[in-house]
Nanobody, 118 residues
Framework: QVQLVESGGGLVQAGGSLRLSCVAS????????MGWYRQAPGKQRELVAA???????NYADSVKGRFTISRDNAKNTVYLQMNSLKPEDTAVYYC????????????WGQGTQVTVSS
């Protein structure tokens, strides 16, 4: 069973930055794609950013130019650097692991809360 542990969330003022981390265990991390999702109160979970095993990335339009996803295969960790944060970025952020056809390979973890004050 894959284990995912997210961290790095917190309370920040609008315009600030946070760096989220997600450590994966019990998988050969380097061969899988990773994604960051978020879920705001009353809304569906949405994909924020994804990174393939080769390092290719994709972003939601709402975060392009502000967020950067990266991975460190030696540490089994995927990061989400979030800059120029906005109140609408407030949500619980989750990571997950995917195969080459974007099939999710793990259940959702507890996530990490990001709150952006105006």
């Amino acid at each position: 069973q894959v284990q995912l542990v997210e961290s790095g969330g917190g309370l920040v003022q609008a315009g600030g930055s946070l760096r989220l981390s997600c450590v994966a265990s019990r998988i050969i991390f380097s061969v899988f794609a990773m994604g960051w999702y978020r879920q705001a109160p009353g809304k569906q979970r949405e994909l924020v950013a994804a990174i393939g095993s080769g390092g290719n990335t994709n972003y939601a339009d709402s975060v392009k130019g502000r967020f950067t996803i990266s991975r460190d295969n030696a540490k089994n960790t995927v990061y989400l650097q979030m800059n120029s944060l906005k109140p609408e970025d407030t949500a619980v952020y989750y990571c997950n692991v995917y195969d080459s056809t974007w099939v999710r390979l793990s259940s959702w973890g507890q996530g990490t809360q990001v709150t952006v004050s105006s």
